[in-house]
């Protein structure tokens, strides 16, 4: 946390270590949170230098070193809640780069308590691009 402020993305340990994986095969990645096209709501991970951000993009905060991304559009949809990264076995969004690992990422979310909401009172997300 940075000066008592939730983070609006965490990651489990078992998101953390796919994705020190991915790092050491694929270099820098990123994430954007999917708005349920093709591939459903899913945190889709892409190579840093592959994926271009949009002007409608915010970073919501960083998962193992890594930026996470999501429409500022789709945002007011969650920004009530904090997105938890984890990981299942099964095949990853047919875009993203764990696809051939045998798992994927998927978000879980819960609620800001009254307390952390009040202190993301404010606080915004930067634009991505």
């Given amino acids: 946390m940075n000066s008592g402020i939730p983070p609006r993305v965490v990651a489990t340990e078992e998101a953390l270590a796919l994705i020190s994986r991915l790092i ?3 270099g820098p990645v990123l994430f954007h949170q999917s708005g349920g096209c093709c591939d459903g709501s899913a945190p889709m991970c892409f190579s840093r230098h592959e994926f271009l951000l949009g002007s409608s993009d915010i970073k919501l905060g960083e998962i193992g070193g890594s930026p996470f991304y999501m ?8 920004r009530h809640t904090q997105l938890i990264i984890d990981v299942v076995p099964g095949n990853g969004g047919m875009f993203s780069i764990e696809r051939a ?11 800001f308590t009254d307390e952390e909401a009040d202190k993301l009172v404010g606080v915004e997300p930067e634009r991505g691009a």
């Fill in 71 to 78: 429409s500022e559009s789709q945002f007011e949809y969650w």
């Fill in 101 to 111: 690992t045998g798992l994927r990422f998927l978000t879980r979310s819960r609620l």
């Fill in 24 to 26: 050491e095969t694929h």
